[in-house]
């Protein structure tokens, strides 16, 4: 029972890490699968056969080299003078991505709420010194209440979706566009960014945790949790017109089919958005903490100021410039971590 309970909460972290502004307000899912119609789909399954298998691998190789960090896991799979560029490389894209869903935050504050930009960024800040202060408890705890929860959304909104006339052919359509080598393409980029990004999280958590079996558990149950969400959410991204224009195109799609609750789904994406930022912090601090012998908290705000800065970008602009080079360059780290062997 201790087994699958820490399991579920690795995989509630898993998913929590790579379910973040993007994939939780669709524009993520857009911008890597439902461009390519029928041919996105297929790239999900793609997709969530690498996040099944190689998150489990990513954890399972942390416990065996005693890796504390993104950095020592990195020296071990590109050696020591390569890993330096990836581990750079890392900091630039985990602060990147933090600044994504500080842009994120503001979007859904300003585009459905009516507020400013400025205050998503300063409640956000605010919890998450508030959580990251107790630790990996505290991202347990985060996690295993927002990830059910989305899940549980994503299947509702499926099944309100779905009893549309036309769905069947929105399903198969394929765009001029696309082809089945671009959905592929793209399928193993947005895999291989957010494993290279999520193992910032995953290797301290496992290390920490040191079961084999629990963590593989782990891996696969929040491998095929992404897989589910992916597919519901591209599925219910078909039915919708237009949906390129939209910054938060889910919010929308619930406002037309659920409008009853949609506030609460609001409350479910900004969930999403902080689990990321705290996840992807988490992975930063433990990281800069080798270096710097300074207070946490003050990591943390040195963090939050320079992506803060960054974030002052518009959301959709950052997450269609910064995500696909974050992907293309993250195959390497992909490529690498498939032709390693499991065990010593």
């Given at each position: 029972?201790?087994?699958?309970t820490?399991?579920?909460?690795?995989?509630?972290?898993?998913?929590?890490?790579?379910?973040?502004?993007?994939?939780?307000?669709?524009?993520?899912?857009?911008?890597?699968?439902?461009?390519?119609g029928?041919?996105?789909?297929?790239?999900?399954?793609?997709?969530?056969?690498?996040?099944?298998?190689?998150?489990a691998?990513?954890?399972?190789?942390?416990?065996?080299?005693?890796?504390?960090?993104?950095?020592?896991?990195?020296?071990?799979?590109?050696?020591?003078?390569?890993?330096?560029?990836m581990?750079?490389?890392?900091?630039?894209?985990?602060?990147g991505v933090?600044?994504?869903?500080?842009?994120?935050?503001?979007?859904?504050?300003?585009?459905?709420?009516?507020?400013?930009?400025s205050?998503g960024?300063?409640?956000?800040?605010?919890?998450?010194?508030?959580?990251?202060?107790i630790?990996?408890?505290?991202?347990?705890?985060?996690?295993?209440?927002?990830?059910?929860?989305?899940?549980l959304?994503?299947?509702?909104?499926?099944?309100?979706?779905?009893?549309?006339?036309?769905?069947?052919?929105?399903?198969?359509?394929?765009?001029?566009?696309?082809?089945?080598?671009?959905?592929?393409?793209?399928?193993?980029?947005y895999?291989a960014?957010?494993?290279?990004?999520?193992?910032?999280?995953l290797?301290?958590?496992?290390?920490?945790?040191?079961?084999?079996?629990?963590?593989?558990?782990?891996?696969?149950?929040?491998?095929?949790?992404?897989?589910?969400?992916?597919?519901?959410?591209?599925?219910?991204?078909?039915?919708?017109?237009?949906?390129?224009?939209?910054?938060?195109?889910?919010?929308v799609?619930?406002?037309?089919?659920?409008?009853?609750?949609?506030?609460?789904?609001?409350?479910?994406?900004?969930?999403?958005?902080?689990?990321?930022?705290?996840?992807n912090?988490?992975?930063?601090?433990?990281?800069?903490?080798?270096?710097?012998?300074?207070?946490?908290?003050?990591?943390?705000?040195?963090?939050?100021?320079?992506?803060?800065?960054?974030?002052?970008?518009?959301?959709?602009?950052?997450?269609?410039?910064?995500?696909?080079?974050?992907?293309?360059?993250?195959?390497?780290?992909?490529?690498?971590?498939?032709?390693k062997?499991?065990?010593?």
């Open positions: 029972m201790k087994n699958w820490g399991a579920f909460q690795i995989a509630a972290v898993y998913v929590g890490t790579v379910i973040g502004a993007g994939f939780a307000t669709g524009k993520e899912i857009v911008e890597f699968f439902t461009r390519f029928f041919y996105g789909f297929l790239s999900i399954l793609l997709s969530g056969y690498l996040f099944i298998f190689l998150g691998k990513i954890m399972i190789k942390a416990i065996d080299i005693r890796a504390s960090s993104f950095e020592e896991f990195n020296e071990y799979l590109f050696g020591k003078k390569l890993s330096k560029i581990n750079l490389f890392m900091l630039v894209m985990l602060l933090c600044a994504v869903m500080f842009s994120g935050a503001g979007a859904l504050f300003h585009e459905q709420l009516g507020l400013s930009k205050i960024a300063i409640i956000t800040s605010v919890l998450a010194i508030a959580v990251l202060i630790g990996a408890k505290g991202l347990f705890a985060v996690n295993s209440f927002v990830v059910p929860i989305l899940v959304f994503s299947i509702i909104l499926f099944f309100k979706t779905i009893p549309r006339m036309d769905f069947l052919d929105l399903f198969l359509a394929v765009p001029h566009h696309a082809t089945v080598l671009k959905a592929l393409a793209s399928a193993i980029a895999a960014f957010n494993l290279a990004l999520a193992q910032a999280v290797v301290p958590i496992a290390v920490e945790m040191n079961d084999k079996q629990m963590v593989r558990l782990g891996g696969y149950i929040g491998g095929g949790l992404l897989t589910i969400v992916l597919i519901s959410s591209h599925l219910v991204l078909t039915t919708l017109l237009d949906f390129h224009l939209y910054d938060i195109p889910m919010a799609i619930v406002g037309q089919v659920a409008s009853g609750i949609f506030f609460i789904y609001l409350l479910v994406i900004y969930g999403e958005i902080f689990s990321t930022v705290i996840g912090m988490y992975g930063l601090e433990r990281q800069i903490k080798k270096y710097i012998r300074i207070e946490s908290v003050w990591i943390y705000g040195g963090i939050l100021a320079t992506i803060y800065v960054i974030g002052l970008i518009d959301y959709g602009t950052l997450l269609g410039f910064l995500y696909p080079i974050f992907g293309y360059v993250s195959i390497l780290f992909l490529i690498i971590m498939m032709l062997p499991l065990h010593k």
